[in-house]
């Protein structure tokens, strides 16, 4: 059975940062593209961040280019986001989710269960 | 970049059928997916590549895409399908490859 598991939110203040982890399983977890996607409350999905299998490219929201930095460790089945300068509105629920790639389209078939980041004074 | 456009609320009786657009230029010649969400659930993907529905997603959910909208349908709906649903596509050739739509609400009446 695929899990991930997001771990690290918390309230942090306006211009902190905060790493959140995402620990897969049941996968063979480095043959995924993985991405972060957000939900602040009351709003809609919104795509953070992404990561191939290997590592070697990543990409960005223009959101958030420059304040946060994906990065994934597959000797121990793990994606990170490192989120620096936070603000009020990267206030959300954050997802990991995992990448099903084909003919040059994806969608996530794998999801965790999120975790809360509040960006607050 | 890319922006696909949903209504925001759709509502329909239990047995009818409901139909949730997304919006996008040209969107016929991408795949679209389809999740749901429920309060307080991580999304379900319920139709991928425009049409394909993963095992376990029952047959009343469909999809279709076409010209500058991809549509998903919801044959005999039920109370249980009262959620929210978003539209998805990937652009590979992006830095932002990610885009999902706003979102549409459905009520079941």
């Known amino acids: 059975e695929v899990q991930l598991l997001e771990s690290g939110g918390g309230l942090v203040q306006p211009g902190g940062s905060l790493r959140l982890a995402c620990a897969g399983s049941?996968?063979?977890?480095?043959?995924?593209?993985m991405s972060w996607v957000r939900q602040a409350p009351g709003k809609g999905l919104e795509w953070v961040s992404g990561i191939s299998g290997s590592g070697g490219s990543t990409y960005y929201a223009d959101s958030v280019k420059g304040r946060f930095t994906v990065s994934r460790d597959n000797s121990e089945n793990t994606l990170y986001l490192q989120m620096n300068s936070l603000r009020g509105e990267d206030t959300a629920v954050y997802y990991c989710?995992?990448?099903?790639?084909?003919?040059?389209?994806?969608?996530?078939?794998?999801w965790g269960q999120g975790t809360l980041v509040t960006v607050s004074s | 970049s890319y922006v696909l456009t949903q209504p925001p609320s759709v509502s329909v009786a239990p047995g009818k059928t409901a139909r949730i657009t997304c919006g996008g230029n040209n969107i016929g010649s991408k795949s679209v997916h389809w999740y749901q969400q429920k309060p307080g659930q991580a999304p379900v993907v319920v139709i991928r590549y425009d049409s394909d529905r993963p095992s376990g997603i029952p047959e009343r959910f469909s999809g279709s895409n076409s010209g500058n909208t991809a549509t998903l349908t919801i044959s005999g709906v039920e109370d249980g399908d009262e959620a929210d649903y978003y539209c998805?596509?990937?652009?590979?050739?992006?830095?932002?490859?990610?885009?999902f739509g706003g979102g549409t609400m459905l009520t079941v009446l």
């Open positions: 998805q596509v990937w652009e590979s050739a992006s830095d932002h490859p990610g885009i």
């Open positions: 049941g996968f063979s977890f480095s043959n995924y593209d």
């Open positions: 989710a995992a990448l099903w790639f084909e003919e040059l389209s994806g969608y996530f078939d794998s």
